[in-house]
């Protein structure tokens, strides 16, 4: 029974880690697809900077809720674990 809790400790660690990982990865890739984005609509039509600016700081804060989404999640799995609390 100890090298099966075992088990699912090391591999919810493994979990916790891939979902953070992947979620900053995302959050990095979209944010800056979008400032490069953002700055390529500036220099092509220079008054339309503010409107913009406006969008993109809204999108950008949305992106990382769902970065902080995985992170919540993350630390569910490592501090209250689920699947721990079954076997108990």
Same mark, same amino acid.
């Given at each position: 029974?100890?090298?099966?809790i075992?088990?699912?400790?090391?591999?919810? =660690?493994? !979990?916790?880690?891939?979902?953070? +990982?992947?979620?900053?990865?995302? =959050?990095?890739?979209? @944010?800056a697809l979008?400032? +490069?984005?953002? @700055? %390529?609509?500036? =220099?092509?039509?220079? %008054?339309?900077?503010?409107?913009?600016?406006?969008?993109?700081?809204?999108?950008?804060?949305?992106?990382?809720?769902?970065?902080?989404?995985? #992170?919540? #999640? !993350?630390?569910?799995?490592?501090? =209250?674990?689920?699947?721990?609390?079954?076997?108990?």
């Amino acid at each position: 029974m100890q090298a099966f809790i075992a088990n699912i400790q090391g591999l919810t =660690a493994i !979990a916790i880690g891939i979902i953070i +990982g992947l979620g900053a990865i995302g =959050a990095c890739l979209g @944010i800056a697809l979008m400032g +490069g984005k953002y @700055i %390529e609509a500036c =220099a092509r039509q220079p %008054e339309l900077m503010n409107p913009l600016q406006t969008k993109m700081f809204l999108l950008a804060g949305l992106i990382d809720a769902a970065f902080l989404i995985g #992170v919540g #999640v !993350a630390m569910l799995f490592a501090f =209250a674990n689920p699947l721990l609390s079954r076997l108990a």
